[in-house]
Every structure is written in C-alpha cells, then in structure tokens.
C-alpha cells in the first residue's frame, strides 16, 4: 500500500514537509517499501490516514534513499515510525524503553489512531513526552 | 650572625655593608658564576664528543715535557683551536674576534692521560691506516682512520671502542637536515652527557683501568638511553586500551567529541530515568549537522 502514501526523497523534502505543517501530527515511517515488516506497517498507515487526516499526515522516507537521518536517529529496525510536530520530535512512552519511535509494525488500526490522537492532544499541550494508552511492554504480549 | 651571601652581596652594592664584610660576598658571588660557567660548558662540550672526559678532571694539569717523539711528530696535525668558551655552543661560529681575543688553545696533556693512553695502546695496538690525533679541545688523543675518514676515542681494536664519523661532520649533516633533529640530536647527548660527568666525578680515584671503564659507563648510559627512547616511541602503555583490545591505537584527540560526529542525535550523556526522555533533534537540526561535520 505505500504506492497511496507520499513519499519524501531527500532531506530537504523531509525538513520542508515538517516544517510546513501547521496543526497536524506528521507521522514518518522510515524503513524499505519492499521490507515485510514495512508492508505490514504501510497497510495499517494507508487505512487509517483518511481517518486522521484533520490531525496528522502522513510521509515515507526510504532509509536508503535518505541515509541523511540514519545515524542521528539512531534508525537501523527494518521500521520505524516517528511523530513530529512544529518541528519538533514527540516523544511517546510505549513502556517498551524506547519512547523516541514505534520501532515494529503495527496491525491494528484503532491502535495506532489512538496512538496518534494521544501524541496530538499531547503536543497541541506543548509536551514532548505523551503515554500511550496502551501499554506494549513484553509482559503484556506474552 | 652571618648573613646569607645574596642578600650580603645586595647590600655591599647598595653600601650598607661595611667594606671588610663586602669583600666575601663579592668574592662568593664572583667564584660562583664562573662556577656556572663551567657546569654549562660541561653540558654544552658533550653536544659535540658525548664520548669525552670532562674536562675538569684533565684541565688541573701540570705542564710535562713530552716524551714520545711521535708526539712530537704530530704536532703539525694538531689543529689550531681558539680557546673562545663559546666554542661549546653549537650556534657559535668562531670568527676573528673569537681568535684575537681568546687566544689560541694550548695543548697540555696531563701525564695521567698519557700513562693510560700507553697502557691501552700497548693491550690494543693501532691497525695500519689508524693514525693517532691530539686534540687541543680535549687535551686528549684521538684515532682517526685515513681511508675512511672514521675517528674513535678509542683504539678501534678495543671492545669499547665506538667509531664514528667526526661531530664536525655530523653537525654539519644534521645542520642542513634540519633544525628539529639538531634540537632532540642535543637533547640525547646532553642527558648522557650528565650521566657521565656525574661518574667521572664520584669516582676519583686514578686507577689505570678508569679510562677504560668510563667510556664503558658512556657507552652503557647511551645504549640504556636509546633503548629507553625507543621503548618509549615503540611499547604501548599497558593501560592503553589498545594494549588488550582490538581497538587501534589513538592519539591525543581520540575518543573525542567533535561537534557533527555525533553517534546519535539524541544527547548521548542523559543516563538513568533520563534517558528515556531525550528528543531527537529535528530534521532541519539534523541536516544542518551533517553539513557541519562535513
């Protein structure tokens, strides 16, 4: 499904595309279109982007096309999802220890949006760090 | 109660001091520069001959007539050496001035020197194209080999003998080489050159052997030295890092932060409940970065 999502070629364009966006959460996933894990997480993003397109957009960066961000956002899991807004990265506590980035593909929609909706309330309030409203530490998955 | 000689010799100047107590300090401070006059030629001489004696030991000597006619033979070759003190200062060059005024050096041997130098040559006796020098600087003999322009201290048969090209020549090569091989050139020569003043001067006394053992003691403190600088130059520091790991070997700046290179953009020092709190920075923050660094 990422052939329906935008995709963003170079640095600049990821900047700008930030940048530009005044009231709206900016999602991006950073991975490979053709990586499983991507696909999973393209399926989920392409369902719910119509539904959260008053409060958040969209982006794709291929992290081989645009290795600018590789090292500084420490980006090396097959996916990756970061939220940003007014320039400004959104840090979200997964209970998972990593409350930078959604680093696994998510399947279930409702999930994310919630979790999307939570970052935006959050960083309309002017925080940087938003609890999710699930937990996804490995006691509850297993 | 005497006062200390500085502060005596302070007031005697100024005339606070009456003249029978002046007389002493101005006596002590006058013994003492010519005093440090001295330890400095002593440092300065063994830029040249690291091999030398200290001059010291053979200066106090007494006018002898010399009784070997070889000697005397070889007294067209001995060369003319002004007597000038800067003559030990490797930036000196000896002009006119120096000559006029200093004089030229006279050559005294002192009878010591000759009874060991008979007792060394009768045990090492010269090989044919080694010819026996006298040089005035020293007041010693050196052995100069004609065909290869070699010279020693030593006969060359001799266990301890080092032959080298001459320290006027070496200067001479080391002076158009450059100028910072000439510094750690003066730097090596100079330690040593302390090491072996500072034996000669314990062991006074005049057996015949001590000239042979103090060029021992020479040799010995420079190959110590030179092992020691290479070892330095060469073996890692147990506690370096890269003695037991398989990291390469880093200098001065290694391991530091440089501003553009950082690992991560997120701050790398947060620890604890802190570190799961540090943003990133933005995309513009991080390109920006990049462009820095590089």
């Known amino acids: 499904m990422s052939y329906m999502l935008q995709h963003l070629h170079n640095g600049w364009q990821v900047d700008q595309a930030i940048l530009s966006e005044e009231d709206r959460v900016v999602i991006i996933r950073f991975g490979h279109d053709w990586d499983p894990t991507c696909m999973v997480m393209d399926e989920t993003l392409y369902k719910c982007a119509e539904k959260m397109k008053n409060f958040a957009v969209i982006f794709l960066v291929d992290i081989s096309e645009v290795p600018d961000f590789n090292k500084m956002y420490e980006l090396y899991d097959p996916c990756t999802i970061m939220f940003f807004y007014r320039n400004k990265h959104i840090m979200i506590d997964l209970g998972t220890g990593n409350n930078n980035k959604i680093n696994w593909a998510m399947e279930d929609v409702q999930e994310f949006i919630d979790i999307v909706e939570t970052v935006f309330r959050g960083a309309r309030k002017g925080r940087g760090l938003v609890i999710s409203p699930k937990d996804y530490s490995t006691k509850y998955r297993y | ?294």
């Open chain 2, 1 to 294: 109660m005497p006062l200390p000689p500085a502060l005596a010799a302070r007031l005697a100047k100024r005339g606070l001091l009456p003249a029978g107590s002046e007389s002493k300090p101005t006596q002590a401070t006058s013994l003492s520069t010519p005093a440090n006059e001295e330890v400095e030629e002593v440092f300065a001489e063994d830029y040249d001959e690291p091999m030398k004696a200290d001059p010291d030991v053979i200066e106090p000597s007494t006018e002898i007539p010399r009784e070997e006619p070889e000697a005397e033979e070889e007294d067209d070759t001995l060369r003319e050496v002004p007597a000038c003190p800067n003559r030990w200062n490797p930036y000196h060059d000896c002009t006119d001035y120096c000559r006029q005024r200093w004089g030229i050096k006279t050559w005294n041997p002192s009878d010591t020197m000759i009874r060991k130098r008979d007792r060394m040559l009768r045990k090492y006796p010269l090989p044919p194209e080694w010819q026996e020098i006298p040089d005035p600087e020293t007041d010693r003999y050196y052995y100069w080999n004609t065909q290869t322009d070699q010279v020693s201290w030593l006969s060359p048969i001799h266990p301890n003998a080092v032959v080298t090209i001459s320290a006027e020549k070496l200067q001479a090569v080391l002076r158009n080489d450059g100028y910072d091989k000439v510094e750690s050139e003066s730097d090596d020569s100079d330690e040593e050159g302390m090491e072996v003043s500072d034996s000669e001067s314990s062991s006074s006394s005049s057996s015949d052997d001590e000239y042979d053992r103090r060029h021992e003691k020479g040799r010995i403190s420079r190959e110590r030295n030179k092992s020691r600088g290479g070892r330095q130059r060469d073996e890692i520091d147990p506690m370096d890092p890269a003695s037991y790991s398989d990291i390469p070997r880093g200098g001065w700046s290694a391991g530091l932060e440089r501003s553009g290179d950082a690992k991560t953009g997120v701050d790398s020092t947060a620890s604890g409940p802190l570190f799961q709190q540090r943003p990133y920075p933005s995309p513009g923050a991080v390109l920006r970065a990049n462009r820095g660094g590089k």
